[in-house]
């Protein structure tokens, strides 16, 4: 075989937002083996929260100007933490997140933050005409019809592996050819269990997930498959597409990640092994796509296996998608409803099946705002937050 062109040097500077969690350090290794690979990446920004220890540590591996942390009284800690190594500008707060996201000397920033706080500077980034790496949900989520109202083409660019999977396979395709995507989702460690024993589930049970190693609240999302609808309403916004046209199939074995039907019926899919650095890189890299150490998969091994998505088993999903449907400031209410009940019955104090009996009380109690501003979004998140921490145990049980 002939020998492959050698890959084009990138060179890419980089504002990267929670950049001590799981999603930022991974993209901060990525860094680290493109440089090695001899491309030119540079990480201008950082923006984390509570764990200096590591952002003083990634200050001095990676130098960037300006570093952004969530409380003021931090500073001086951090200024001890990295000492002589590094002397660039701490900026606190939503103003430091705000002069991350649009720093001058930036043009992709990785938004990797967790929770609704992620939205502005998602919404200021895009403003500045910056491209945003996307993996923090809550800018679609409950600020969808705001992100689309300031992006341009391609100004997104997702990290979630479906979004990924979805985007590169959409690359290439022209809107007319799409008859519907498809998601898949590896179904949680309750796909098989017999539905008169969901009142006994444990946390235990449900920390168990079978294919992706993540966080406490997205291992219970992904047990309800709430996590799953969150990505239903992200696709819809970052692709365009009427919710009648995307789809959500269970795959037990994460190997396909995303599908595209295609209006004569053919199927494209993405598949891979399930390791996030492969995204992120794709993210990092694109529109280039180049080598990865990412592990090969071995087609011979794999056995591939759908479902669809039942309504008794995974009441939750229907519950949010239906919220994504309706829009406006439905979507925010789900989003904050399932996180305070995801909390709740991490501390044992309701039911797993309570996650789905509170985020439906709380919907129904909500009275929407269409299309809402900024103020109205976060209101609603607030009031939801509330209302949820208000249902007594026994009434969702
Ligand atoms: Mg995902």
Known sequence: ?????????????????????????????????????????????????????????????????????????????????????????????????????????????????????????????????????LANKESLVIGGHLVHGVQSKRSLIPIDSEHSALFQLMHSLHPSE??????????GPFRTRPLDSFAQITVAEALQHPTWQMGKRITIDSATLVNKAFEVIEAHWLFDLPYEKISVLIHPQSVVHGLVELTDGSILAHLSTTDMKLPIQYALTYPERVPSSVARLDLVKQKLEFAPVGRERYPAFWLVCEAGQRGGTFPAVAN??????????????????????????????????????????????????????????????
């Open 1 to 133: 075989m002939a020998s492959m062109p050698p890959s084009p040097l990138i060179r890419k500077r980089l504002a990267i937002l929670g950049s001590t969690g799981s999603v930022g350090s991974q993209t901060l290794a990525v860094v680290e083996a493109l440089t090695r690979a001899g491309h030119a990446f540079s990480v201008v920004a950082l923006a984390a929260g509570k764990n200096l220890e590591l952002l003083a540590a990634q200050a001095q591996r990676f130098q960037p100007k300006l570093i952004a942390i969530e409380r003021a009284k931090d500073l001086s800690k951090l200024r001890r933490l990295v000492g002589t190594f590094w002397s660039g500008e701490i900026v606190v707060g939503e103003e430091g997140l705000i002069a991350a996201a649009t720093h001058p000397d930036a043009d992709l920033i990785v938004n990797a933050l967790v929770g609704a706080l992620g939205l502005i500077p998602t919404l200021e980034a895009l403003k500045a005409k910056k491209i945003v790496a």
């Open 178 to 187: 799409i008859e519907r995507i498809i998601l898949t989702a590896s179904g």
């Open 336 to 397: 904050a409803a399932d996180e305070v009940f995801v909390q709740r019955f991490l501390k044992n104090e309701i039911p797993f099946v309570g996650i789905a009996r509170g985020i439906e009380r709380v919907l129904a109690e909500h009275e929407g705002v269409p299309t809402p501003a900024l103020e109205e979004i976060l209101e609603a998140d607030r009031w939801a937050r509330q209302r949820a921490s208000e249902f007594p145990p026994n009434s969702l049980s």
